[in-house]
Structures are given as structure tokens and as C-alpha cells.
């Protein structure tokens, strides 16, 4: 079992920047790839960003120039850093968790975006 804790989200200006993080409650070096999801209202589940055990990352087209995903292994802790954010960008976000036995989702996080 993996519980994910996020924070961070809250009421951001257009243009503004927000960091969201996201701690396991197990080391990150166990599990195969963590990432970033965000559904906004009527919306399906969409994923942003990953990064995997070795550290590899991938932002999706739509975010790549405005988002950067990483890690502290050390605090078993991922982070979504948002440029730039756009009302588009408003939904919740969760981490999300893959492991060979399972994947485990946060809580969620809600971020908006409104001036």
C-alpha cells in the first residue's frame, strides 16, 4: 500500500506560478513511475508529467514550456512547477503512483486559475 499525499494547489492569477507536491509514504526508489494527472470539470483524467525510477521525465505537448517535473529522492517527494498558467490549466490535480503490484492515487489537489 502507497498513500500520496499532494499539496499545494490554490487560487492563482493568470500568468502566475504554482508548485505542487506530492510525498509517498514509501520510497520513491520502489516505485516504477510516479506522475501528475489533472481533470478539470466534465473532463476526463489527463495525464502531465511523469518521472520515472531513473529519473526520466516527460511533460505532455500542451504543458511542455510551462511545466517542469521533479524529485527529492531524499524527502520521497515529487513536484509539479507551473509557469505561466493559463485558465485552461485550471482542474484538479493528483499524483498518481505505478508499482508492479498496483498504482495508488493521491487525494487531489485543486488548482485554479482566475483573475
Known amino acids: 500500500q502507497v498513500h500520496l499525499v499532494e499539496s499545494g494547489g490554490g487560487l492563482v492569477q493568470p500568468g502566475g506560478s504554482l508548485t505542487l507536491v506530492c510525498t509517498s509514504s514509501?520510497?520513491?526508489?520502489?516505485?516504477?513511475?510516479m506522475a501528475w494527472y489533472r481533470q478539470a470539470p466534465g473532463n476526463e483524467r489527463e495525464l502531465v508529467a511523469s518521472?520515472?525510477?531513473?529519473?526520466?521525465?516527460d511533460i505532455v505537448d500542451f504543458v511542455k514550456d510551462r511545466f517542469t517535473i521533479s524529485r527529492d529522492i531524499a524527502k520521497n517527494t515529487i513536484y509539479l512547477q507551473m509557469d505561466s498558467l493559463k485558465p485552461e490549466d485550471e482542474a484538479v490535480y493528483y499524483c498518481?503512483?505505478?508499482?508492479?503490484?498496483?498504482?495508488?492515487w493521491g487525494q487531489g489537489t485543486q488548482v485554479t486559475v482566475s483573475s
Open positions: 518521472i520515472s525510477r531513473g529519473g526520466q521525465t
Open positions: 498518481n503512483a505505478m508499482l508492479f503490484h498496483g498504482t495508488y
Open positions: 514509501t520510497s520513491i526508489l520502489s516505485i516504477n513511475q
